[in-house]
């Protein structure tokens, strides 16, 4: 028998989008090089139906084990976008009411052309296994691939201190804690705001590296690294040079205007940037560790670099009071966020105008390592962590009482 059921049309000729399912016991088999090359033909397949079943749920597909085998690597390269929305294994979506599946024999199939004769007929085989094991990602993307002098993601936190403090044994030491700002004990951290921040005694190298309390207290979350140096000291040709024997070749170098250039190592190319660095206005979160009260020329009130953050500001302080929609919304994010990646960014800043400084002439050359998407979790699990705060002081240890 003809099955042609299938498809529908509504009372003006529009195709109404069939909600049946046909398993086919063979499927033609199509020469790949004819795609393309019979335009106006169809494909028509002559069935018996052998048994009919009413769905209540969708069932698994090749097609969503398929998509299942590809998607690790496309949630690390960050490219995962078309692969939203589709069930996990074990999850069965209901299906439409009325929804039927036909068990059916192919009994022919053949190409015919717009007028219905006859172009092909086709040989009919049993469907073979998709390759899936080609789809699976071989190694995925690993955090420590990179160093920022010998500083990698996910090292304990106190070995890189211990690495950093050797490295540069007398310059300052700034702290950001989030016992003492106000939107963590609010309940809604900044994100990448909790770490130490080591500057070199003449102020031309800083690094920093961060944390993310109470989830990740002891891990390397993220780090940069700036270095200042005279104008004239290096050109992005020869940094270039010095990079490439180290990382091998960058994924992407980026010219993004008013003397700036990027140089970008990942697992995959980036997608809108999110590797880029961003330069935000950090000062408010460090503290001397020394106690100091005046701060450098070149620290204070200084835009910092540092990792992108990929709206997680906005989402923590919605967190603070739509708690799980907010959650819910974070965690589509995470999705399409990037893996990990090293940026390194080359800013040539101006030797005159009305608003420089003599610190403010020179080169600057920022390392930023992170991994959005780990960090992203993490910080989540802090948003659901709740309000950070320090312990209250005991009675008589500088807590005063006030009248209620």
């Given amino acids: 028998m003809k099955f042609a059921g299938l498809v529908e049309t509504d009372a003006y000729g529009q195709v109404i989008m069939p909600t049946d399912l046909v398993r086919l016991d063979r499927t033609p088999r199509i020469d790949p090089q004819r795609y393309g090359t019979l335009p106006g033909a169809s494909l028509s397949i002559e069935l018996e139906i052998t048994g009919v079943e009413q769905l209540e749920t969708w069932p698994d597909t090749a097609w969503q084990a398929a998509i299942r085998a590809a998607r690790p690597f496309a949630m690390n390269a960050g490219i995962d976008r078309g692969f939203r929305g589709l069930f996990a294994e074990g999850e069965r979506p209901r299906a439409p009411t009325g929804a039927l599946r036909w068990e059916a024999k192919a009994l022919s199939a053949r190409i015919i052309d717009r007028s219905g004769a006859l172009v092909e007929e086709l040989a009919l085989a049993p469907p073979p296994p998709l390759p899936l094991d080609a789809l699976k990602e071989a190694e995925p993307p690993r955090a420590d691939a990179w160093d920022v002098v010998g500083l990698t993601l996910g090292m304990p936190f106190s070995e890189a201190e211990a690495a950093i403090r050797k490295r540069l044994p007398s310059g300052e030491v700034l702290t950001a804690d989030r016992a003492?700002?106000?939107?963590?004990?609010?309940?809604?951290?900044?994100?990448?705001?909790?770490?130490?921040?080591?500057?070199?005694?003449?102020?031309?190298?800083?690094?920093?590296?961060?944390?993310?309390?109470?989830?990740?207290?002891?891990?390397?979350?993220?780090?940069?690294?700036?270095?200042?140096?005279?104008?004239?000291?290096?050109?992005?040709?020869?940094?270039?040079?010095?990079?490439?024997?180290?990382?091998?070749?960058?994924?992407?170098?980026?010219?993004?205007?008013?003397?700036?250039?990027?140089?970008?190592?990942?697992?995959?190319?980036?997608?809108?940037?999110?590797?880029?660095?961003?330069?935000?206005?950090?000062?408010?979160?460090?503290?001397?560790?020394?106690?100091?009260?005046?701060?450098?020329?070149?620290?204070?009130?200084?835009?910092?670099?540092?990792?992108?953050?990929?709206?997680?500001?906005?989402?923590?302080?919605?967190?603070?009071?739509?708690?799980?929609?907010?959650?819910?919304?974070?965690?589509?994010?995470?999705?399409?966020?990037?893996?990990?990646?090293?940026?390194?960014?080359?800013?040539?800043?101006?030797?005159?105008?009305?608003?420089?400084?003599?610190?403010?002439?020179?080169?600057?050359?920022?390392?930023?390592?992170?991994?959005?998407?780990?960090?992203?979790?993490?910080?989540?699990?802090?948003?659901?962590?709740?309000?950070?705060?320090?312990?209250?002081?005991?009675?008589?240890?500088?807590?005063?009482?006030?009248?209620?």
């Fill in 180 to 404: 003492m700002q106000t939107k963590a004990i609010a309940g809604a951290p900044e994100p990448y705001s909790s770490g130490k921040l080591f500057v070199s005694d003449d102020e031309t190298e800083l690094i920093a590296i961060y944390n993310e309390p109470p989830a990740a207290p002891d891990r390397v979350m993220a780090i940069w690294r700036m270095l200042r140096l005279p104008a004239g000291t290096i050109d992005a040709a020869s940094l270039k040079t010095q990079l490439e024997e180290k990382y091998g070749a960058p994924v992407e170098t980026k010219a993004n205007g008013h003397g700036r250039i990027s140089f970008i190592w990942s697992a995959f190319k980036p997608e809108g940037g999110c590797l880029d660095i961003s330069m935000s206005h950090q000062t408010g979160i460090w503290a001397f560790e020394s106690g100091a009260s005046q701060r450098g020329a070149f620290v204070e009130n200084r835009y910092f670099p540092g990792p992108g953050s990929y709206r997680l500001s906005s989402l923590g302080e919605q967190a603070a009071t739509n708690g799980a929609a907010a959650f819910s919304q974070l965690e589509s994010e995470l999705r399409g966020a990037c893996g990990p990646g090293l940026t390194v960014e080359m800013r040539t800043r101006p030797a005159s105008g009305p608003a420089s400084r003599p610190e403010d002439v020179g080169i600057e050359i920022i390392f930023v390592l992170q991994d959005p998407k780990t960090y992203g979790h993490a910080y989540l699990e802090t948003l659901r962590a709740g309000p950070q705060g320090a312990a209250p002081p005991a009675e008589g240890e500088g807590r005063s009482k006030i009248e209620l």
